[in-house]
């Protein structure tokens, strides 16, 4: 079982920046993926970035590359999600999620999509103005 709690979002104004943060309590084993996704009201959920526990290699949503950046740290316990250059279009829910059991951290991004993630947080509301 993984918990997972969301902080950081807020409202800025667009080319500001936000750092999300999520704390991951892992009861038993660690997360081979931890991700980032993010939900707009009727458009559904979109992975932003993920992380491989075991190699740290990242992966993007090619709407973000350039400009958002996920990291973990393992002695804190901490994901985080820095984002900047923020666009109106990247108002959404984010979530901080893990999949226990998983050899392709990539894949969230492909056909399969988020359907494989075992475990979310709450989300912190990200909004950005024009």
């Known amino acids: 079982k993984v918990d997972l709690m969301e902080s950081g979002g807020g409202s800025v104004q667009a080319g500001g920046s936000l750092t999300l943060s999520c704390v991951v309590t892992e009861y038993s084993k660690t997360a081979d993926c931890l991700a980032w996704f993010r939900r707009v009201p009727g458009k559904g959920d979109e992975a932003v970035a993920s992380i491989d526990s075991r190699t740290f290699t990242t992966n993007y949503a090619d709407s973000v590359k350039g400009r958002f950046a996920i990291s973990k740290d393992s002695a804190k316990k901490s994901l985080y999600l820095q984002m900047n250059g923020l666009k109106p279009e990247d108002s959404a829910m984010y979530y901080c999620?893990?999949?226990?059991?998983?050899?392709?951290?990539?894949?969230?991004?492909?056909?399969?999509?988020?359907?494989?993630?075992?475990?979310w947080g709450e989300g912190t509301q990200v909004t950005v103005s024009p």
């Open positions: 999620a893990a999949e226990v059991w998983n050899d392709d951290c990539a894949r969230y991004f492909g056909p399969a999509g988020l359907g494989s993630l075992d475990y």
